[in-house]
Structures are given as C-alpha cells and as structure tokens.
C-alpha cells in the first residue's frame, strides 16, 4: 500500500466553481500536512500547512485535515483560470516529507 | 522566485555517463532536499542534508550520491546513467532541521538521458 493516495485527475471545471481534491494517507506518524502546487515546467510551491485536524482557510483556498480518517482535502472557491496546475499534497514525520503523485486541475475559462 | 538556484536547467546525455546536478539553498536555510519527478513516479523523495550532514535517505539508488558543502550548496551526483533516470530533479530547501513541510523548491533540472 502506497503511503500517500491522490487521485491524479485530470478534472476539469468552469470558471467559478468549487473545486474539491483529495489525499488519504497510511502512516499514523505524519505530523503536518500541506498542500503545493506546481505550474508547468515550474518546481513546487507551498499553498498551505496545517498540523491538526479542522479547517485552515486562506482567501479562496481552505484545507481540511482529518486525522481519525487519514485524509486532507482542499477547497478552491471561485476558481479562476490562472488556478490551473498540478496540486500535491504532502505529510511530513520527523524522517520524511512525502508527496502525492498530484492531480491536474484544469479551470475553463 | 522561491530562492533556491539549480543548475543546470537542462542536460542531455548518454547511458552510461555521469552527471552532476547543483543546488543553492535559500539564503539562511540549512536544510536541503532531493527530489526526482517523472511521470509515472511522481515526485519522490531521495535524500536530506542538514547543515553538511546527510539527515535522510529515500529512494536514492545506489548510482546516485550527493553532498552538502560548507557554504550549504549541495550537488548531486547520477552515474551509470540509465534511460529510465530521465526526470526532472528538484531540489528543495528550508530552515530547519524538523520537517514541519515548509519546503522552497527551485525550478529543476530536466536530466535526458539518450
């Protein structure tokens, strides 16, 4: 069994939808969990962090965790073209930092 | 632009070469991180150093070695190159020694091998 599980899409929606992705995890000893996001041709970039289960809003983006599950979600609200890329997400124990093999994310203008 | 500086962008080669890839973390950041992304693979975990000092091990073939040098720039190394080592090559840095996740990518290099 993988440690990490993303779906890799690609999905595609319309301009100002709500776009949902998704991650579910094995390793109980994952500690903090984030979400990148990487352009094409581009390395990744981190969009948000979170180390405990709830909710983590940040403009239009909000990252959810939970921990009982094993499974981090994140919203984009009022999707914009320019949120097109590739979204990973990512755990972290006190040895590693491991990625989902991401999902792209297409917005239709 | 996230800081970190790899060189060289691209590189084109042949099976069986040796190549060295370079990184220059992020100003003050002691902590550097090798990743190897393809398109089958994802973006997989090779190794960490931590001021010098290698922290952590991933997926790193045996072909493949790296080092953190005293002015924190760090190289990797791919030998014995093989077509299936054709991926892009991240390399990533942060300030601390615990992995909170706060990683800064730089740009990559694209590594062909032919």
């Known amino acids: 069994q993988k440690e990490v599980e993303q779906d890799p899409g690609p999905l595609s929606v319309p301009e100002g939808a709500i776009v949902s992705l998704n991650c579910t995890y094995s390793?109980?000893?994952?500690?903090?969990f984030m979400w990148y996001r990487q352009y094409s041709r581009k390395g990744p970039e981190l969009l948000m962090y979170?180390?405990?289960?709830g909710n983590k809003e940040d403009g239009r983006f909000t990252a959810q965790v939970d921990k009982s599950s094993k499974y981090i979600s994140l919203f984009i609200r009022d999707s914009q073209p320019s949120d097109s890329a590739t979204y990973l997400c990512?755990?972290?124990?006190?040895?590693?930092?491991?990625f989902g093999s991401g999902t792209r994310l297409s917005i239709r203008p | 632009d996230s800081g970190v500086t790899q060189t060289p962008k691209h590189l084109i080669t042949a099976t069986g070469q040796r190549v060295t890839l370079r990184c220059s973390p992020r100003?003050?950041?002691?902590?550097v991180y090798w990743y190897q992304q393809s398109l089958d693979q994802g973006l997989q975990f090779l190794i960490q150093?931590?001021?010098?000092?290698?922290?952590a091990k991933g997926n790193i073939l045996e072909r493949f070695s790296a080092q953190q040098f005293p002015d924190l720039h760090s190289e990797l190394n791919l030998s014995s190159l093989e077509l299936g080592d054709s991926a892009l090559y991240f390399c990533?840095?942060?300030?601390?020694?615990?992995?909170?996740?706060?990683?800064?990518f730089g740009e990559g290099s694209r590594l062909t091998v032919l």
């Open positions: 990533a840095s942060s300030v601390a020694l615990t992995n909170t996740g706060e990683l800064f």
């Open positions: 390793n109980s000893a994952f500690q903090y």
């Open positions: 979170t180390y405990s289960s």
């Open positions: 990512a755990y972290s124990s006190a040895s590693k930092i491991i």
């Open positions: 100003s003050g950041d002691l902590s």
């Open positions: 150093y931590y001021n010098g000092e290698e922290r």
